[in-house]
Every structure is written in C-alpha cells, then in structure tokens.
C-alpha cells in the first residue's frame, strides 16, 4: 500500500490528477480540499494516498494533508458509507469543521452535503463522535490563490465539478450562479458554493 507520492503534477480536473514519478504516471482521485491548494500542473507535489482494492477495481486516492486522509478513512467506517461520500464530506466542508459539526450534533448541516441523508448524518453523528474529538489538529483547510493557467472559463469548471461531487446539474449551475463573481477561479466558485450550501 503506497502511503505517500512525490511526483510532477501532470494533470488536475475535479475530482482527477495524475502525478509523474519518475515516469510512471499515477491517478488520483481527490476532495476539493485538496484541489484547492495544489500547485500548478508542471509543478512537484507530494500527496497522502489511501489505496483500496475490490474484487474488480482498484483506486488510489490523493489527500495533501493527513488530516484529510485520516478523515476519508474515519469516515467509511460509519455503516453505510463509501469512498464517494467520504470524498464528498471533504469536498463540502473543512476536516475541523466537520469535527465541530459532529461534534455538536449538528445533522442538518451534516445532511447538506451530498449522498448524506438525515439516517446516514445520524450515524455519523454517534459513531465518529468520540473519533473526531480533537483527532484533526492539524486539518485545518488554508485556501490557496487560484493557479494563473486555470481554464477559460471557470464557471463551466464549476458547474462540472459540482456536478462530479453529486449536485444535480441544475443545482450545481444555481449554486454556481449564486457564488460567480467577475475574476473568480474555478476552485474559488465552487469553495464559496460549497460554503454556502453548508449554511
């Protein structure tokens, strides 16, 4: 099981990147949390990874804090979750966040992030209580600038990204609308869109 990957980032598209090593080329699959601090494509990056194996797949998954991973992980032990939630958990909000949200109960916020239902928020609620009191220290998620070689259009990226995080496409454009300002990078519309779905 690889635990960390030091490579050229070659390619980034929520929820992908692909990382060099040495030539060989690795896919990731990644939260926004990350996407939102990695460094411009051509640049070195280092990752967490978490790798899981089914009966006919294999998936790799890329974290740039452990933090993050160790929530991923934390978080498909709740009954009744998968890797896509847990994505989805870190796409949605920060790793103390969530804590803070776990830890005061707070299942309608919980249930704002996509694929979480009030049951499900329930769960996490009584199972990850004792977990994720002070267990992410240092998850505290730091938005980095938007990279000067993000696409033209931003908005599309957005919408698309939502989109691939579980929004139905109509909401994904409404919550985009609603967060678009003038100038605005992808990862910035789609940080303000999840934050404000939280509210």
């Given at each position: ?34 996407f939102y601090d990695l460094p411009d494509v051509g640049r070195e990056v280092s990752l967490f990874?978490?790798h899981a194996q089914k009966e006919d797949s294999v998936s790799l998954y890329g974290f740039l ?117 003038d100038g605005d990078a992808a990862e910035s519309i789609i940080r303000k869109a999840l934050q404000?779905?939280?509210?």
């Amino acid at each position: 099981m690889i635990g960390r990957l030091r490579g050229i980032l070659v390619h980034k598209q929520p929820p992908w990147l692909v990382v060099d090593v040495q030539g060989v080329g690795y896919e990731l699959e990644a939260p926004m949390s990350t996407f939102y601090d990695l460094p411009d494509v051509g640049r070195e990056v280092s990752l967490f990874t978490h790798h899981a194996q089914k009966e006919d797949s294999v998936s790799l998954y890329g974290f740039l804090r452990d933090a993050e991973r160790r929530l991923f992980r934390d978080v498909q032990r709740v009954s009744g979750i998968g890797a896509k939630i847990a994505l989805a958990v870190l796409s949605g909000t920060s790793v103390d966040a969530f804590a803070r949200l776990v830890q005061v109960g707070d299942v309608a916020a919980l249930t704002r992030i996509p694929g979480i239902g009030k049951k499900t928020a329930e769960r996490m609620v009584v199972e990850l209580r004792d977990r994720t009191a002070g267990a992410y220290g240092d998850g505290v998620m730091v938005i980095g600038d938007a990279s000067p070689g993000a696409p033209a259009d931003p908005f599309s990226e957005a919408v698309v990204a939502l989109q691939q995080l579980g929004y139905k496409p109509a909401d994904a454009q409404r919550m985009a609308r609603a967060a678009f300002t003038d100038g605005d990078a992808a990862e910035s519309i789609i940080r303000k869109a999840l934050q404000a779905a939280l509210r």
